[in-house]
């Protein structure tokens, strides 16, 4: 059930999914959002892309993946169950996919927001040809 909550493939929303989303998002900290964001790169880490550059240990892994099951159950057993039950009699299971992907993202939009984050981000801008794009984006004529 929690693969099936945090799929990444795109979950369309309805009332009670926004509902547990939103009881998701405010139940967090932003202790709880950035353990959530460590086991979402300690998982993509596993990736064959990735591996090579991100060094996650096993005990690493093991110790995230398990604080972030801690972290589903407490929002879903205790601080969102009648959002998580509404939602899933009235939508599906699809709707707790829908719920914590959108507290991934807001996780995730956090961690963007970091100033160190946003200045590795910025570090982009030295390498693309600005005036290039600007020819491909411009409207015809």
């Given amino acids: 059930m ?3 909550a945090m799929h990444a493939g795109a ?3 309805g009332l009670y999914a926004d509902d547990l989303a939103r009881c998701l998002v405010e139940s967090t ?10 086991w979402m790169f300690a ?13 996650v ?12 099951a801690e972290l589903f ?15 899933v009699k009235y939508e599906g ?16 939009r956090e961690l963007f927001a970091d100033p160190n984050v946003a200045h590795g981000l910025a570090e982009l801008e030295k390498y693309i040809d600005s005036p290039k794009i600007g020819q491909v ?5």
């Fill in 2 to 4: 929690l693969a099936l």
């Fill in 11 to 13: 979950a369309q929303a």
């Fill in 29 to 38: 900290t932003a202790a709880d959002k950035n353990a959530l964001v460590k």
């Fill in 43 to 55: 998982t993509m880490a596993l990736h064959p892309a990735v591996k090579s550059i991100a060094s």
């Fill in 57 to 68: 240990t096993d005990a690493e892994r093991t110790r995230s993946t398990r604080s972030t």
């Fill in 73 to 87: 159950e407490k929002l879903l057993i205790g601080s969102c169950r009648t959002q998580a039950q509404q939602a």
């Fill in 93 to 108: 299971a699809i709707a707790l996919q829908s719920g914590f992907q959108i507290l991934g993202q807001v996780a995730a």
């Fill in 137 to 141: 984006l411009a409207p015809a004529q």
